[in-house]
Nanobody, 123 residues
Framework: VQLQASGGGLVQAGGSLRVSCAAS????????MGWFRQAAGKEREFVAA????????YYADSVKGRFTISRDTAKSTVFLQMNSLKPEDTAVYYC?????????????????WGQGTLVTVSS
């Protein structure tokens, strides 16, 4: 499956942004989808994941209550709605897909990655 992330940009602290990830290729519904981020000089970290059917969503503690992950099967797209953004949310955001049945917070279980989209939150 090929993944194309988009929607990043510059936003002020407290603002909102939605990033998207369009999938093409094999059946979108076969994959659990995740979002990771990597800030400059830091390791890639888990942000959120959503199960194949969209029924289960998982979040990092740092974004819980502010970010919402969702998927549109008809459009083969996964979204990350980010509200109440903070400067520490500044990073390149990557979408990823996995067929694994668990360990969604572990980037090593993801088989496919998008190219990343930069989100910058100014203070």
């Amino acid at each position: 499956v090929q993944l194309q992330a988009s929607g990043g940009g510059l936003v002020q602290a407290g603002g909102s942004l939605r990033v998207s990830c369009a999938a093409s290729g094999r059946t979108f519904s076969s994959y659990t989808m995740g979002w990771f981020r990597q800030a400059a000089g830091k390791e890639r970290e888990f942000v959120a994941a959503i199960g194949r059917s969209g029924g289960g969503a998982y979040y990092a503690d740092s974004v819980k209550g502010r970010f919402t992950i969702s998927r549109d099967t008809a459009k083969s797209t996964v979204f990350l709605q980010m509200n109440s953004l903070k400067p520490e949310d500044t990073a390149v955001y990557y979408c990823a897909a996995t067929t694994a049945g668990s360990s969604y917070r572990n980037y090593e279980v993801y088989n496919y990655w998008g190219q990343g989209t930069l989100v910058t939150v100014s203070s």
